[in-house]
């Protein structure tokens, strides 16, 4: 029987026996023991599945994971300690030194960063494409050394939508999967494996966890990107791992398990990053009801960008949800169920009306934090951008009264009245 995604949210990953404990354990242990070193050993060596120490693999973890990956429809997750992390893994695993990767350049700022100087400076190179890139373009992108292709299914802050299944063509053609940060969207209103993507990322942090409490991400491989059919471009994969006495990781794993157990075996042992499994119990809490909460969100960010936009004292709205929004094509195509809960507009008045428009405002609090179950709210050019000037911010897309409106799942008309108050609020 296939049950649907709202059934996995609650139950999936995790099916007790009899006489177990009915909530996912916490295995606070940071290690495991053996009646033998011959059977330790063979841990070692990858021949036989077991636990022997956290920061490569938790039971708590792998519950979570099993779960994520259900939702996802993907073979095998792993758990990061926080979405920076899963997206460095994800292309690390198969992209270093002497290689290059095409990523939109409509991206969290911190995958920019990573992408652009950090993972540049271990010698990997990337090329920016736009999401709305001409074919050309985007075909020009690659080179023979390129190994992956990455976007984000809405990208955060800019609120394009990702031509997800355009984006996968381009990266097959290649011989490379494509990696979709699906942070924004979750699985409930995407699930970017069913559009092609090989492999998907999530800032656990945001709408999975939901509620604030805990940093995290996860890396869900869909199994179905074929290593072997290009043995040279991923020799990680297909050639044999001297750390682990020759193993395979393909021949081993088969498809669906090679890109995770690898990723655990080789990057959490030598990199770390693991997510605590009092973090993973945290986020299976969150887990449980994103299928309810994300419809919320879906809800009052359709009627908050719906308000905004017929608001006199906004000068311009984003939301891709939103009929006259350039994303709605896309959005009807890949995001179904609704375009999640994040708003971005602009105040007639420009900086310093975004700043009094803040200052007024009751419900929705100013935080350096989107995608949570309480209403938040950030001014870009004041905090996390604070430093350009107003051509700087231009040039990396972001305007002076640029307003990011993440609407949680309070009441509708709650969120509507208090944004109403302060806009209508004297300066
Ligand atoms: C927040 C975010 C990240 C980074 O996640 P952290 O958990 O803060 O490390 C990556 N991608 C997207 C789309 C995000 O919103």
Same mark, same amino acid.
């Given at each position: 029987?296939? #049950?649907?995604?709202?059934?996995?949210?609650?139950?999936?990953?995790?099916?007790?026996?009899?006489?177990?404990?009915?909530?996912?354990?916490?295995?606070?242990?940071?290690?495991?023991?053996?009646?033998?070193s011959?059977?330790?050993?063979?841990?070692?060596d990858?021949?036989?599945?077991?636990?022997?120490?956290?920061?490569?693999?938790?039971?708590?973890?792998?519950?979570?994971?099993?779960?994520?990956?259900?939702?996802?429809?993907?073979?095998?997750?792993?758990?990061?300690?926080?979405?920076?992390?899963?997206?460095?893994?994800?292309?690390?695993?198969?992209?270093?030194?002497? !290689?290059?990767?095409?990523?939109?350049?409509?991206?969290?700022?911190?995958?920019?960063?990573?992408?652009?100087?950090?993972?540049?400076?271990?010698?990997?190179?990337?090329?920016?494409?736009?999401?709305?890139?001409?074919?050309?373009?985007?075909?020009?992108?690659?080179?023979?050394?390129?190994?992956?292709?990455?976007?984000?299914?809405?990208?955060?802050?800019?609120?394009?939508?990702?031509?997800?299944?355009?984006?996968?063509?381009?990266?097959?053609?290649?011989?490379?999967?494509?990696?979709?940060?699906?942070?924004?969207?979750?699985?409930?209103?995407?699930?970017?494996?069913?559009?092609?993507?090989?492999?998907?990322?999530?800032?656990?942090?945001?709408?999975?966890?939901?509620? %604030?409490?805990?940093?995290? %991400?996860?890396?869900?491989?869909?199994?179905?990107?074929?290593?072997?059919?290009?043995?040279?471009?991923?020799?990680?994969?297909?050639?044999?791992?001297?750390?682990?006495?020759?193993?395979?990781?393909? #021949?081993?794993?088969?498809?669906?398990?090679?890109?995770?157990?690898?990723?655990t075996?080789?990057?959490m042992?030598?990199?770390?990053?693991?997510?605590s499994?009092?973090?993973?119990?945290?986020?299976?809490?969150?887990?449980?009801?994103?299928?309810?909460?994300?419809?919320?969100?879906?809800?009052?960010?359709?009627?908050?960008?719906?308000?905004?936009?017929?608001?006199?004292?906004?000068?311009?709205v984003?939301?891709?949800?939103?009929?006259?929004d350039s994303?709605?094509?896309?959005?009807?195509?890949?995001?179904?169920?609704?375009?999640?809960?994040?708003?971005?507009?602009?105040?007639?008045?420009?900086?310093?009306?975004?700043?009094?428009?803040?200052?007024?405002?009751?419900?929705?609090q100013?935080?350096?934090?989107?995608?949570?179950?309480?209403?938040?709210?950030?001014?870009?050019?004041?905090?996390?951008?604070?430093?350009?000037?107003?051509?700087?911010?231009?040039?990396? %897309?972001?305007?002076? !009264?640029?307003?990011?409106?993440?609407?949680?799942?309070?009441?509708?008309? !709650?969120?509507?009245?208090?944004?109403?108050?302060?806009?209508?609020?004297?300066?």
């Amino acid at each position: 029987m296939s #049950e649907s995604i709202n059934t996995v949210c609650v139950q999936g990953g995790y099916r007790p026996g009899d006489g177990e404990p009915r909530q996912i354990p916490i295995y606070q242990s940071t290690t495991w023991k053996y009646d033998t070193s011959e059977h330790m050993g063979k841990l070692f060596d990858l021949e036989e599945s077991g636990y022997f120490y956290t920061r490569l693999q938790n039971p708590t973890n792998d519950f979570v994971a099993a779960k994520i990956a259900e939702l996802e429809g993907g073979t095998a997750a792993m758990l990061t300690s926080s979405g920076q992390a899963a997206n460095f893994f994800a292309i690390f695993n198969i992209a270093g030194a002497g !290689d290059h990767a095409v990523a939109s350049s409509a991206i969290y700022g911190g995958t920019y960063n990573l992408l652009a100087h950090t993972m540049h400076r271990m010698g990997l190179e990337c090329t920016f494409v736009s999401p709305d890139c001409s074919d050309e373009e985007l075909e020009a992108a690659f080179q023979p050394n390129t190994k992956a292709v990455f976007g984000e299914t809405i990208a955060n802050p800019a609120l394009t939508v990702l031509d997800i299944e355009r984006f996968a063509c381009a990266a097959h053609a290649h011989g490379v999967p494509l990696i979709v940060d699906n942070t924004f969207p979750t699985p409930i209103n995407c699930r970017p494996i069913e559009w092609g993507a090989d492999i998907v990322t999530h800032s656990t942090t945001k709408y999975i966890d939901g509620h %604030g409490a805990s940093v995290g %991400g996860v890396i869900v491989d869909s199994g179905k990107f074929d290593w072997t059919a290009y043995p040279d471009k991923f020799p990680g994969l297909t050639q044999a791992d001297e750390t682990y006495h020759g193993v395979v990781y393909t #021949e081993r794993f088969g498809l669906e398990g090679a890109y995770i157990t690898k990723a655990t075996a080789q990057l959490m042992r030598d990199l770390g990053s693991i997510q605590s499994p009092q973090n993973a119990f945290l986020i299976n809490l969150g887990l449980e009801s994103l299928h309810l909460r994300m419809v919320q969100h879906n809800k009052n960010g359709l009627e908050v960008a719906k308000f905004l936009r017929d608001h006199p004292r906004v000068a311009w709205v984003r939301y891709p949800g939103l009929e006259e929004d350039s994303e709605f094509a896309r959005a009807q195509k890949y995001l179904t169920p609704g375009a999640s809960g994040v708003v971005s507009f602009g105040v007639a008045g420009g900086r310093e009306a975004a700043e009094s428009f803040m200052k007024h405002l009751k419900i929705a609090q100013i935080a350096t934090h989107v995608a949570d179950a309480r209403t938040c709210v950030l001014h870009p050019a004041n905090a996390t951008h604070r430093q350009m000037n107003d051509e700087e911010l231009a040039a990396a %897309g972001i305007s002076p !009264d640029l307003i990011r409106l993440s609407c949680g799942i309070e009441d509708t008309q !709650d969120l509507i009245a208090d944004i109403a108050q302060a806009l209508e609020a004297e300066n």
